[in-house]
């Protein structure tokens, strides 16, 4: 059995949302979604919110899910994880042959947690890890271990802020489109050496909203609509143990990676998918997750098209969502400005950020012929 | 679809503060998992952890704290949870990931360490209500059972002594059990008679908060039947989840538990429960819950069949429809998720034939298991069955004891290394439109509702969308008028943290459904200016208000409620369409919050070994015969082999001129994100030995030496720290230049 995306929906990220409470900001998603997809609410099966109890401010989130789905008494449950963990788990429920159709949903109001760093030092172990500085440490750490072990340099990881800011420029949905030149990047405010400010993605308020469906329930709705197929799902997690886990690679992603790619049989990822949304939540990272998709820079025209994190914004779990919403829009040929030519294929990756290193992929197939990609034209 | 079976079970004793972290106390309850599965952690295809909220252990993203612990390293892992109800979600979400085709097994970890939270790991719960319409009241959740509990008894006649049966035959049944925290032989007396926290909830009606882990291990068929003699199969599944507006809901009947359990059935092929099951588990953090649930398991809102059963004492081990054998939260303990799996593991045991003392006398071939949580929301639902009746059979989980399983109770802290901690998680909540001209109907002294125009009801709080009718569009506002009626109530002598409140305080919280507002539409409030002994469900009531001048647009505007006269009560009900508040930059408002907890963390087992070899001037680290490597820092079990070490036995000291800088940075915020008066060096420090495996993160002094000369591969030492009360942590951990 397959699983096709039905339809999307995303308010749009913006640095503050005043006016709107957060469930009204992802009932706007959740409206978005379901004309998209063509579906009630009611018709849904279930639904699976991806969320952390921390930045919602409540304990236990998954008690405010259901009202703004419109998913009062249903299955639902929250998986805390990205939001493609979220997606990975719903194509199970959907494979299972009890679930027709599955909503997935993730949102961030970033702009109401008043200490966000506080938050993420909360993250870091109680026993060895909380060090009474900026949780970003690790990241300085990090990235300073991944430039000691690769060939890549400051300036790539420079280029990785200046690019994915000026393509943001053409997205409408981004917030944080911008021309920097690599001087404003490597020579801006420090946070924790080698990390200047610009490296790290800002936060934004936003929610996004998935409908999927088995197959043949989508082939019925498509209703003359390029149908995106999910062909393949990977997550992984390296130890949680930071002192015993390799800062110069990501593991999560490697087995992700391998994961999605057995499912979708791909071997190659630079020559067999289109378009690529790696997470750059620090621009190192960027880098980091491309070698382990086996991409150089001759493939960094078909990556995050969109302006990836750093021009879309940090929406803690549902930051990966946006993407994908994204990546939905490029396969069905409704990405507007930012459209990149031929694209039949797309990767999606998510990693949940500091002091993690889970990953998670997604592969979506519009299933169109392929052969022209983002770098070609 | 694949069968999946459930092959193995492990899980740690349950207590009510354990000195091992909470990935020590996953870790062990894995490591038997797997020895009862006959696999090893290789074998393993994936990984799920079921976990409630993060308040308890005090871990933001306590999923990725726990992936270690879980055996999750280097595999596909993920977290999921819905409160209360996790444990038994758990093997529903293990189940997908077998049934799905996906994978070929799934270890099933659910782990719950409440001791951190201080002042109470009850204050956690002050955190689960509505922050904006319900914080502000210090709620908490004994409140809420009670009056939950309160509105049971009204609806179904039960009374506290009844009620207080449950609790003494589930504490007698957990005698018999390895893992159990509070067994006892008690009587109805002994409950009745225990302080009063709540009315009407005494302190033997309530489950303990409690430190605990269960995993179990799920596999496809054809696995199960190659790796278990008895495996058990999961027929049947089901999960629902209610809305948040908890005050709307039908208390006294779990509506949510019976479509959960009718989805289970559907899958199973039961058409008749009450017949078709052989051993029910349902949830029990509460005296009253079980029967509550089992109205909703048997789909019965007469409760005429739950009434009949408990009055014939069929409930009993022995009788036709044993219930709780395991002795459940109330005996057992309440790790909150890691009791639902708990419970799941019962079945496993009992329908197995493998449950020793607790062995059901009814063959048992079917079992059902159920959890609950969320604010009284979600009902979680698995229906299990061996192959047949299978004969009782002697194995290692038949003759466990206590002293089996591991779990080091501890009375203080205080009496280990450990690190106290307070979080500063601060919020400002966008109120949005529908709760902007809500909240400023406090301002006015007014309770102010919203109309769905297609299902025609009046809802409180306001709200800007129906979440019954498709998420349909909703601006028809209405101040309504500030009288009602008392749905249900408790007498509470508890605060929000669980702390006795002075002798002769009395807290009133009562749902009071709104004149005016749709059926059972109500909000949750105090009571005032009446006598506790006169508060009855069915009481008219009026608001009473601050003075205007003191109002400030928040639900304490509403001061509380309190008796409306006969004479006052004239019958007229009316309502005022009012234009709702304009949202712009002015007017826009936010509710701010504060999580008000603490922690204090005992630094484990491992970590103790560190902390007082550090306080020797030395580090070490723990040898792993296994994979011949040492692991740094000390560790009580290995993540690549789950199988358990000792820090002690086990300890290797590194040699302090082989330690030398890997990674350095300069760090230039606090924890916070506001700019450090001076820069802080931060070095990850490895450990050139062959053999050994990890690394210690610490601050560097520089003791003189310019920062400039900073470079990997420079040798360092450890600088000893004061172990003086046993309060320690990473922020103690330093190293110089050597």
Same mark, same amino acid.
């Given at each position: 059995m397959g699983v096709a995306v039905l339809g999307v929906g995303f308010s749009g990220a913006f640095p503050t949302s005043t006016g709107l409470s957060y469930r009204e900001l992802i009932k706007r998603a959740a409206e978005m979604a379901y004309q998209d997809a063509g579906i009630e609410p009611e018709e849904v099966d279930g639904a699976v919110s991806v969320e952390e109890d921390f930045i919602s401010g409540y304990s236990i989130a998954d008690e405010y899910v259901p009202d703004q789905l419109g998913m009062v008494r249903k299955p639902v449950y929250t998986v805390t994880g990205d939001f493609l963990q979220g997606i990975a788990s719903a194509v199970m429920q959907i494979e299972t042959g009890q679930f027709k159709t599955v909503v997935v949903e993730a949102y961030s109001k970033a702009s109401n947690v008043l200490q966000k760093d506080e938050v993420l030092h909360f993250a870091f172990d109680p026993v060895f890890g909380r060090l009474g500085v900026s949780p970003h440490y690790l990241a300085g750490i990090e990235m300073q271990r991944f430039l000691d072990e690769s060939l890549h340099s400051v300036i790539d990881v420079g280029e990785v802020v200046t690019r994915n800011r000026a393509r943001a420029i053409a997205n409408p949905l981004a917030p944080y489109g911008g021309r920097l030149s690599l001087e404003d990047v490597l020579y801006g405010r420090p946070v924790a050496t080698p990390v200047t400010e610009s490296m790290i993605a800002r936060h934004a308020d936003g929610a996004v909203v998935v409908v999927l469906a088995a197959d043949e329930t989508a082939r019925e709705r498509a209703n003359g609509r390029p149908l995106v197929r999910l062909t393949g799902t990977g997550w992984g997690s390296a130890t949680s143990i930071v002192e015993r886990r390799d800062l110069a690679l990501s593991e999560g992603t490697l087995i992700a990676k391998e994961l999605a790619f057995k499912e979708a049989g791909i071997e190659d990822a630079a020559s067999e998918i289109d378009l690529f949304y790696l997470s750059d939540h620090y621009a190192h990272r960027q880098l980091v997750h491309m070698d382990a998709f086996g991409l150089s820079d001759e493939d960094l025209p078909a990556i995050n098209p969109d302006g990836g994190a750093l021009g879309m914004g940090d929406l803690f779990e549902a930051t990966s969502g946006v993407r994908m919403f994204d990546a939905v829009r490029q396969l069905r040929g409704e990405a507007g400005a930012h459209q990149m030519a031929g694209a039949n294929r797309a990767l999606v990756h998510g990693w949940r950020g500091l002091p993690t290193d889970t990953c998670a992929v997604v592969i979506l197939e519009s299933g169109g012929p392929r052969g022209l990609n983002g770098r070609d034209a | 679809?694949?069968?999946?079976?459930?092959?193995?079970?492990?899980?740690?004793?349950?207590?009510?503060?354990?000195?091992?972290?909470?990935? @020590?106390?996953?870790?062990?309850?894995?490591?038997?998992?797997?020895?009862?599965?006959? $696999?090893?952690?290789?074998?393993?295809?994936?990984?799920?952890?079921?976990?409630?909220?993060?308040?308890?252990?005090?871990?933001?993203?306590?999923?990725?704290?726990?992936?270690?612990?879980?055996?999750?390293?280097?595999?596909?892992?993920?977290?999921?949870?819905?409160?209360?109800?996790?444990?038994?979600?758990?093997?529903?979400?293990?189940?997908?990931?077998?049934?799905?085709?996906?994978?070929?097994?799934?270890?099933? =970890?659910?782990? @719950?360490?409440?001791?951190?939270?201080?002042?109470?790991?009850?204050?956690?719960?002050?955190?689960?209500?509505?922050?904006?319409?319900?914080?502000?009241?210090?709620?908490?959740?004994?409140?809420?059972?009670?009056?939950?509990?309160?509105?049971?008894?009204?609806?179904?006649?039960?009374?506290?002594?009844?009620?207080?049966?449950?609790?003494?035959?589930?504490?007698?049944?957990?005698?018999?059990?390895?893992?159990?925290?509070?067994? @006892?032989?008690?009587?109805?007396?002994?409950?009745?008679?225990?302080? $009063?926290?709540?009315?009407?909830?005494?302190?033997?009606?309530?489950?303990?908060?409690?430190?605990?882990? =269960?995993?179990?291990?799920?596999?496809?068929? &054809?696995? #199960?039947?190659?790796?278990?003699?008895?495996?058990?199969?999961?027929?049947?599944?089901?999960?629902?989840?209610?809305?948040?507006?908890?005050?709307?809901?039908?208390?006294?009947?779990?509506?949510?538990?019976?479509?959960?359990?009718?989805?289970?059935?559907?899958?199973?092929?039961?058409?008749?429960?009450?017949?078709?099951?052989?051993?029910?588990?349902?949830?029990?953090?509460?005296?009253?819950?079980?029967?509550?649930?089992?109205?909703?398991?048997?789909?019965?809102?007469?409760? &005429?069949?739950?009434?009949?059963?408990?009055?014939?004492?069929?409930?009993?081990?022995?009788?036709?429809?044993?219930?709780?054998?395991?002795?459940?939260?109330?005996?057992?303990?309440?790790?909150?998720?890691?009791?639902?799996?708990?419970?799941?593991? @019962?079945?496993?045991?009992?329908?197995?034939?493998? #449950?020793?003392?607790?062995?059901?006398?009814?063959?048992?071939?079917?079992?059902?298991?159920?959890?609950?949580?969320?604010?009284?929301?979600?009902?979680?639902?698995?229906?299990?069955?061996?192959?047949?009746?299978?004969?009782?059979?002697?194995?290692?989980?038949?003759?466990?004891?206590?002293?089996?399983? =591991?779990?080091?109770?501890?009375?203080?802290?205080?009496?280990?290394?450990?690190?106290?901690?307070?979080?500063? $998680?601060?919020?400002?909540?966008?109120?949005?439109?529908?709760?902007?001209?809500?909240?400023?109907?406090?301002?006015?002294?007014?309770?102010?509702?919203?109309?769905?125009?297609?299902?025609?009801?009046?809802?409180?709080?306001?709200?800007?969308?129906?979440?019954?009718?498709?998420?349909?569009? =909703?601006?028809?506002?209405?101040?309504?008028?500030?009288?009602?009626?008392?749905?249900?109530?408790?007498?509470?002598?508890?605060?929000?943290?669980?702390?006795?409140?002075?002798?002769?305080?009395?807290?009133?919280?009562?749902?009071?459904?709104?004149?005016?507002?749709?059926?059972?539409?109500? $909000?949750?409030?105090?009571?005032?200016?009446?006598?506790?002994?006169?508060?009855?469900?069915?009481?008219?009531?009026?608001?009473?208000?601050?003075?205007?001048?003191?109002?400030?647009?928040?639900?304490?505007?509403?001061?509380?409620?309190?008796?409306?006269?006969?004479?006052?009560?004239?019958?007229?009900?009316?309502?005022?369409?009012?234009?709702?508040?304009?949202?712009?930059?002015?007017?826009?408002?936010?509710?701010?919050?504060?999580?008000?907890?603490?922690?204090?963390?005992?630094?484990?087992?491992?970590?103790?070994?560190?902390?007082?070899?550090?306080?020797?001037?030395?580090?070490?680290?723990?040898y792993c015969e296994e994979s011949d490597t040492v692991l740094v820092p000390p560790a009580a079990f290995c993540e690549r082999g789950m199988h358990a070490l000792d820090p002690n036995a086990d300890s290797r000291t590194l040699d302090e001129g082989l330690g030398s800088v890997m990674a350095v940075t300069k760090v230039y915020e606090d924890r916070a994100g506001h700019l450090l008066d001076e820069p802080v060096y931060v070095v990850q420090v490895e450990f050139t030995e062959p053999g050994i495996h990890g690394s210690v993160f610490g601050r560097l002094d520089l003791d003189g030496h310019d920062p400039e000369d900073i470079y990997p591969g420079m040798p360092v030492a450890v600088v000893p720290l004061s172990l003086e009360g046993n309060r320690t942590g990473p922020e103690c951990v330093r190293f110089r230049p050597l």
């Open positions: - | 679809m694949s069968r999946v079976a459930v092959i193995g079970a492990g899980m740690t004793r349950f207590v009510r503060r354990a000195e091992e972290s909470s990935g @020590e106390l996953a870790a062990r309850a894995v490591e038997m998992a797997l020895e009862d599965a006959n $696999l090893d952690i290789d074998d393993i295809e994936c990984v799920i952890q079921g976990t409630a909220p993060d308040a308890f252990d005090g871990v933001h993203m306590k999923g990725e704290h726990l992936i270690a612990g879980s055996g999750g390293s280097g595999k596909p892992y993920m977290r999921h949870f819905v409160g209360g109800g996790t444990g038994v979600f758990s093997p529903i979400h293990g189940w997908m990931h077998v049934a799905s085709g996906k994978f070929k097994n799934c270890l099933v =970890v659910c782990e @719950e360490k409440m001791s951190p939270c201080v002042p109470h790991p009850a204050g956690a719960f002050l955190t689960i209500f509505d922050h904006t319409t319900e914080q502000p009241l210090f709620l908490t959740l004994i409140h809420i059972f009670a009056i939950e509990m309160a509105r049971f008894m009204h609806a179904y006649g039960y009374t506290e002594e009844e009620l207080a049966q449950i609790s003494v035959n589930n504490k007698r049944n957990a005698i018999d059990h390895p893992a159990a925290q509070v067994a @006892e032989d008690l009587t109805v007396a002994d409950v009745m008679n225990s302080t $009063l926290l709540s009315w009407p909830v005494k302190r033997y009606d309530i489950s303990p908060t409690s430190d605990g882990a =269960v995993a179990i291990v799920l596999s496809n068929e &054809r696995v #199960a039947r190659h790796h278990c003699k008895a495996p058990v199969f999961i027929d049947g599944v089901g999960y629902r989840l209610d809305t948040a507006y908890w005050c709307t809901r039908d208390l006294a009947y779990p509506q949510y538990v019976a479509m959960a359990a009718r989805d289970a059935y559907k899958m199973a092929g039961i058409v008749k429960p009450e017949d078709e099951i052989d051993v029910w588990e349902p949830y029990d953090p509460f005296a009253y819950k079980a029967l509550h649930h089992m109205n909703g398991l048997l789909m019965d809102k007469t409760g &005429r069949k739950v009434r009949e059963l408990f009055d014939s004492g069929a409930f009993a081990r022995d009788g036709s429809h044993p219930m709780c054998p395991s002795g459940g939260a109330l005996g057992v303990g309440n790790p909150i998720a890691a009791t639902g799996l708990m419970k799941i593991a @019962e079945l496993y045991f009992q329908l197995s034939g493998q #449950a020793g003392k607790r062995q059901v006398k009814r063959h048992a071939h079917r079992g059902i298991a159920q959890a609950w949580g969320d604010l009284m929301q979600v009902g979680t639902v698995v229906v299990m069955s061996g192959d047949g009746s299978l004969p009782i059979r002697k194995t290692p989980w038949s003759e466990r004891t206590k002293d089996d399983l =591991v779990g080091t109770a501890i009375k203080n802290v205080k009496e280990v290394p450990h690190t106290t901690y307070e979080p500063n $998680l601060t919020y400002a909540w966008d109120d949005g439109y529908a709760l902007t001209t809500y909240l400023d109907g406090f301002k006015q002294g007014k309770i102010r509702g919203s109309r769905c125009s297609e299902c025609g009801r009046m809802m409180i709080p306001a709200r800007s969308f129906c979440e019954l009718c498709n998420l349909r569009h =909703v601006d028809r506002y209405y101040d309504l008028p500030d009288t009602g009626t008392v749905e249900t109530y408790t007498l509470s002598h508890v605060d929000w943290s669980s702390a006795m409140l002075p002798d002769g305080q009395v807290n009133i919280f009562a749902v009071v459904a709104i004149d005016g507002a749709a059926d059972q539409m109500g $909000l949750v409030h105090r009571l005032g200016g009446v006598d506790p002994k006169d508060v009855h469900i069915g009481m008219r009531v009026k608001a009473v208000w601050k003075p205007a001048a003191e109002r400030t647009g928040t639900v304490t505007d509403l001061e509380y409620f309190r008796p409306l006269a006969k004479d006052e009560d004239k019958g007229e009900i009316a309502t005022v369409p009012v234009k709702p508040v304009e949202v712009d930059t002015l007017s826009a408002k936010t509710a701010s919050g504060k999580i008000p907890l603490s922690y204090a963390y005992t630094a484990g087992l491992g970590g103790r070994k560190f902390y007082e070899d550090l306080a020797k001037g030395v580090l070490t680290g723990t």
